[in-house]
């Protein structure tokens, strides 16, 4: 069984540009949320996305959005970078919206300068 | 509003000693409480569940225990180990499709 995998490792961008991180779910697994950690934080949820619709939000601008691809792959899309994205970005993988556990891949540490 | 806290932020003991972390919970509707554990710069990985319709939880040398009156869960760690050393994160579901986490608490096991 392979687990939540995410790509790419670390990321370095400029203000202003975009980035586009990827996560590949645990087998069997039809839904993919998304959390943004700052250092010394909590993960904050962004997205949860479910047959490849969005499926619920957290308190986070348009200029976050995603994509759920048929094989439950998912990415994260974030324009007009800020500073203030720097953080470590996670996907989890469930079997349903609704399932009680949540597996979490390794994360996207993405530093904006 | 729905929040989770966890306090301290940092905790220091001796390798033997017996691990104490505090969970705190608005709104004691919760569906379930999950605890983390992380690694520096790494994911996250699961340690023990309760739903809400229990009490505690054990894994090897940890336990979770779950107050809902009071809203509150602790996570006990029996014998710490230099390895033990990590940030220990409490998650709370409500129901709907996202974890509510705490700050999470680092915890240091001194050999």
């Known amino acids: 069984e392979t687990g939540v995998t995410q790509s790419p490792t670390h990321l370095i961008k400029t203000r202003g540009q975009q980035v586009t991180l990827r996560c590949s779910s645990q087998s069997g697994h039809n839904t993919v949320s998304w959390y943004q950690q700052a250092l010394g934080q909590g993960p904050q949820f962004i997205f949860q996305?479910?047959?490849?619709?969005?499926?619920g939000r957290g308190n986070f601008p348009p200029r976050f959005s995603g994509l759920q691809f048929p094989n439950y792959s998912s990415e994260l899309n974030v324009n007009a970078l800020e500073l203030d994205d720097s953080a470590l970005y996670l996907c989890?993988?469930?079997?349903?919206?609704?399932?009680?556990?949540?597996?979490f891949g390794p994360g996207t540490r993405l530093t904006v300068t | 509003k729905q929040e989770v806290t966890q306090i301290p932020a940092a905790l220091s003991v001796p390798e033997g000693e017996n691990l104490v972390l505090n969970c705190s919970f608005t709104d004691s509707a919760i569906y379930n409480l999950q605890w983390f554990r992380q690694d520096p710069g790494k994911g996250l990985t699961s340690l023990l569940l309760i739903q809400s319709s229990q009490r505690e939880q054990t894994s090897g040398r940890l336990n979770a225990s779950l107050d809902k009156s009071s809203g509150r869960s602790t996570l006990y760690i029996a014998a710490s180990q230099p390895g033990d050393s990590a940030t220990y994160l409490c998650?709370?579901?409500?129901?709907?499709?996202?974890?509510?986490f705490g700050a999470g608490t680092t915890v240091t096991v001194r050999a």
């Open positions: 989890a993988s469930s079997s349903s919206p609704g399932a009680y556990e949540q597996y």
């Open positions: 996305y479910y047959r490849e619709e969005e499926n």
């Open positions: 998650a709370v579901s409500w129901g709907d499709y996202k974890l509510s």
